[in-house]
């Protein structure tokens, strides 16, 4: 099947980030279309400006699509001059401002970047802090402190520990260790004596042993830590483990990291830490 070929462009005055994280969920739910994405940050000079429609009507003139805009902009002026070209602009302050101001009674302040703003102290400082938390409690690095953590992932290797604990560092301000299981602890179907004391903590991750196996193969290749038959038995092993001792765990190997962050909060009962 050959696939229709669209450019999108995310355009903002600052990062960018809102307006690329709200685009790209809307286009995952469109199939059979080949996407040439733009980043255009800091678009705020007349300059800027002028390239950004020139890329815009080059994209419309190369693809035989108008390209999608999806517009953090805050200027009215630039706005403008970018619906001026070819293309079909997405703009989210635009589409929801005006009903909040309606439904508040107040006029936006329509100033940029304020949702990443360092004048958050207190939010910037718990982020740092969870992360760097998580950096020094990573791969069973200093069990001695785990009480002070908010959750603690367990489970074999490469099954997403460490990613899924610097999200939530990052994202949700929470001070995430992790433990593996080794082979050495699959002699018996017990926690690992560090963990009994923080067993009420504990959060284990699993996955497919086939997706398992895929994933050490580019680490290792052809080794026994990677063959199949490994895999399958340190799966099994764990999830009998986590079974015997009423641990919650979650399959992550059809869901990305944010997903899985998500999961783990909410049958936690966790929240983000960031603000307040």
């Given at each position: 099947?050959?696939?229709?070929?669209?450019?999108?462009?995310?355009?903002?005055?600052?990062?960018?980030?809102?307006?690329?994280?709200?685009?790209?969920?809307?286009?995952?739910?469109?199939?059979?279309i080949?996407?040439?994405?733009?980043?255009?940050?800091?678009?705020?000079?007349?300059?800027?400006?002028?390239?950004?429609?020139t890329?815009?009507?080059?994209?419309?003139?190369?693809?035989?699509?108008?390209?999608?805009?999806?517009?953090?902009?805050?200027?009215?002026?630039?706005?403008?001059?970018?619906?001026?070209?070819?293309?079909?602009?997405?703009?989210?302050?635009?589409?929801?401002?005006?009903?909040?101001?309606?439904?508040?009674?107040?006029?936006?302040?329509r100033?940029?970047?304020r949702?990443?703003?360092?004048?958050?102290?207190?939010?910037?400082?718990?982020?740092?802090?969870?992360?760097?938390?998580?950096?020094?409690?990573?791969?069973?690095?200093?069990?001695?402190?785990?009480?002070?953590?908010?959750?603690?992932?367990?489970?074999?290797?490469?099954?997403?520990?460490?990613?899924?604990?610097?999200?939530m560092?990052?994202?949700?301000?929470?001070?995430?260790?992790?433990?593996?299981?080794?082979?050495?602890?699959?002699?018996?179907?017990?926690?690992?004596?560090?963990?009994?004391?923080?067993?009420?903590?504990?959060f284990?991750?699993?996955?497919a042993?086939?997706?398992?196996?895929?994933?050490?193969?580019?680490?290792?290749?052809?080794?026994?830590?990677?063959?199949?038959a490994?895999?399958?038995?340190?799966?099994?092993?764990?999830?009998?483990?986590?079974?015997?001792?009423?641990?919650?765990?979650?399959?992550?190997?059809?869901?990305?990291?944010?997903?899985?962050?998500?999961?783990?909060?909410?049958?936690?009962?966790?929240?983000?830490?960031?603000?307040?």
């Amino acid at each position: 099947m050959t696939l229709q070929k669209r450019t999108v462009f995310y355009l903002s005055d600052r990062t960018g980030i809102t307006a690329e994280t709200l685009g790209h969920s809307l286009l995952t739910q469109f199939d059979g279309i080949a996407w040439e994405i733009v980043n255009i940050p800091f678009l705020d000079d007349e300059n800027k400006v002028d390239s950004a429609v020139t890329q815009i009507n080059g994209a419309a003139e190369r693809d035989g699509y108008r390209p999608l805009v999806f517009s953090t902009l805050q200027k009215p002026e630039i706005l403008q001059q970018i619906k001026q070209s070819n293309c079909r602009v997405y703009d989210f302050f635009e589409t929801f401002t005006r009903s909040v101001e309606e439904e508040l009674h107040q006029p936006s302040v329509r100033k940029s970047g304020r949702s990443h703003a360092l004048q958050q102290y207190r939010s910037y400082f718990k982020r740092i802090d969870a992360v760097n938390y998580v950096l020094a409690h990573d791969d069973g690095i200093n069990p001695k402190h785990f009480g002070t953590a908010d959750i603690i992932l367990i489970g074999i290797s490469r099954v997403g520990k460490t990613p899924t604990c610097l999200y939530m560092g990052l994202q949700y301000g929470i001070a995430a260790a992790n433990y593996p299981l080794t082979p050495d602890d699959m002699t018996t179907l017990q926690i690992p004596a560090v963990l009994t004391p923080v067993s009420n903590k504990l959060f284990g991750l699993t996955l497919a042993a086939e997706q398992l196996h895929f994933i050490r193969q580019k680490r290792q290749p052809n080794s026994e830590y990677a063959s199949l038959a490994q895999c399958q038995h340190e799966v099994r092993w764990q999830e009998s483990l986590f079974r015997c001792f009423n641990i919650p765990y979650l399959d992550t190997t059809r869901i990305s990291v944010e997903e899985i962050s998500t999961i783990i909060l909410n049958r936690c009962g966790l929240t983000r830490r960031l603000y307040g």
